[in-house]
C-alpha cells in the first residue's frame, strides 16, 4: 500500500513558493518491535518551520532536501508491536509530513480525547500554549495593573498570551492584522484593547492604548510594530522575544534602529527563547493551561485546511495572517 509524502524540494529564497514543496508516493511502513504505525489526523503548520527552511546553525536542525518536512502531528495508532501503546490510541509526535508513519513507543506521546478535542494538543495544550504559558509567565512576569502588549496577538500563541496576562491581572493590548481580528480579542477574548497595524498608524495607536507605558512586550513578530513597541517601554520592562515572522521571508539583512540604549536607559530585560529551554517543565505548563481551559478561562481559535495537499497551502498562509488562532490541517478523521 503506498502512501503521500510532502518533500523540501527548494530552498527558498525569500518567501515559500508552491515549487518549495514535492510531492510524492512512497509504500506505507511497517512498525517493528517497540514501534507502533500512526495515522496522520491532524498536521501543524507553524512559522518557525520557514527558518528550518534555510541552510545554517540554527536551534534546531535544517529540514534535508529532498527529505520530508515534518512537525507536530496528532495521529491514531492503526497498528502496534510494543507494549504501551495500543491500536486505536491518540497520539502526538514530531513525524513527517505523510499520511502514515512509523516511530518507536517512546518517541510519541498518548493523548486523552476526553479532556479537549484531538486536533487542541497541537495548539493550546501543545507547543502554542506551553510557548505563551512559559515565555510570558516565565520571561515577562506579568504583575497585576501592569500594561501588556502583545504582537501577532490572534495567532495561536500571541491569543494565549493576552488571556493569560488578563488571568494574572494585567492590561491588555493586542496587535493584529484585520478588523475581524480586532473584534475576537476585544469581544471574544477580552483584551482591553487592539491595535490593526494594517490600517492604523501603530506608534500613535499605541501611544493612546497605553497612556501608562509599556511592562510587557510579548514580541511575536519582530520588525517595524516591534520598534514602535520599544519607544514606550516603562523602567525595568520585560521583552519575551519569541518570534520574528516579519523577517523571516527576507531576502537582505534585518536592518533597524539599535535597541541598546533603550535597553540600557530603561533597564529592560530582553530575552529569546525557543519553548524547548522548559522541554522539563511541560508537565506543569499542561497542568495549569488544562485547568484553566476547563474553568472557561481560556478560549482558543482553530482554522482548519482540510486535506493532504493542501498542507503548503495552509502553510504559506501563515506569511500573509490568513489564520485566526492556531492552524491546522486536517488529513483524516479518527476510525472511532
Known sequence: MSQKQILLAERPSGKPTAETFRYTEVPVPSPESGQVLIRTLYLSVDPYMRGRMNEGKSYVAPFELNQPISGGVVGEIVEANGSKLKKGDFVIGNLPWQEYSVAGENEVRQIDPSLAPIQAYLG???????????????????????????????????????????????????????????????????????????????????????????????????????????????????????????????????????????????????QGFVVGDFSSRFSEGARELGGWLKEGRLKYEETIVEGFENIPQAFLGLFEGTNLGKQLVKVADPSS
Open 124 to 270: 493550546i495544550l501543545g507547543m502554542p500554549g506551553l510557548t505563551a504559558y512559559f515565555g510570558l509567565l516565565d520571561i515577562g512576569k506579568p504583575k497585576e495593573g501592569e500594561t501588556v502588549v502583545v504582537s501577532g496577538a490572534a495567532g495561536a500563541v500571541g491569543s494565549i498570551v493576552g488571556q493569560l496576562a488578563k488571568i494574572k491581572g494585567a492590561r491588555v493590548v493586542g496587535i493584529a492584522g484585520s478588523d475581524e481580528k480586532i473584534s475576537y480579542l476585544i469581544d471574544e477574548l477580552g483584551f482591553d484593547a487592539a491595535i490593526n497595524y494594517k490600517t492604523q498608524n501603530v506608534g500613535k495607536a499605541l501611544e493612546e492604548a497605553c497612556p501608562n507605558g509599556v511592562d510587557v512586550y510579548y514580541d511575536n513578530v519582530g520588525g517595524e510594530i516591534s520598534e514602535a513597541v520599544h519607544k514606550l517601554l516603562n523602567k525595568f520592562a520585560r521583552i519575551p522575544v519569541c518570534g520574528a515572522i516579519s523577517t523571516y521571508n527576507s531576502d537582505g539583512k534585518d536592518v533597524g534602529p539599535r535597541i541598546e540604549s533603550t535597553l540600557i536607559k530603561s533597564s529592560v530585560l530582553m
